[in-house]
């Protein structure tokens, strides 16, 4: 056990009071999501207070971690998101969901990019965009504050996103990469939004 995080009884963050004796900033499940929930839906309403061009669920189906076989591949998810055109070409877009991250943790999220327009065949056009945001990552938080001092909000971690995709009429085709950890050469994530 590392000494920074022996606690003593009578210290604030034993298990008694419902936090974690692992981890100094741990939030207690019911109540980590009670407020990643809430944050999501303020931010999705005040989100429609400005004129989105189009709102949007998405599908996450999966990810590949390139060098990395002890991590899961299989992430399902579902998202809510909202799009706004800036300029011709140019989208902002603001989106938040939950998935089964690569660690096991169900992950909820919130991401704010921007994407432009790259390419168009025929009927399918080919943008390139990025993004930041927070998501959940228990386990991932633990071993980077470890190893890199790398501080998290009770296992929120901030994301970083490039993506590339695909947009055939109503339905885009998502393949996002985020910074891999150290065991991992790369990392890829799949996805589909729905416009409606």
Excluded: C
């Amino acid at each position: 056990m590392n000494p920074s995080r022996r606690r003593t009884a009578g210290k604030v963050g034993a298990a008694g009071n419902g936090l974690s004796d692992i981890a100094p900033l741990a939030i207690p499940l019911s109540l980590m999501y009670r407020v990643s929930m809430r944050i999501l839906i303020l931010l999705l309403l005040l989100s429609g207070t400005a004129h989105a061009q189009d709102r949007y669920f998405g599908l996450v189906v999966g990810s590949l971690h390139v060098g990395n076989d002890n991590l899961n591949n299989f992430n399902p998810g579902l998202s809510y998101g909202k799009r706004w055109v800036r300029r011709p070409g140019t989208e902002w877009h603001l989106e938040g969901g939950v998935f089964h991250n690569s660690y096991d943790e169900v992950s909820p999220f919130v991401l704010v990019g921007l994407s432009t327009h790259l390419i168009t065949f025929g009927h399918t056009e080919i943008r390139g965009g990025i993004g930041t945001g927070i998501g959940y990552y228990r386990t991932l938080a633990l071993d980077l504050k470890d190893d890199y001092g790398i501080p998290n909000i009770g296992g929120y971690l901030p994301l970083a996103t490039a993506t590339l995709t695909a947009r055939v009429g109503g339905t885009d085709f998502r393949l996002t990469t985020v910074p891999p950890d150290r065991d991992t050469t790369a990392i890829f994530n799949f996805s589909i939004a729905h416009r409606f």
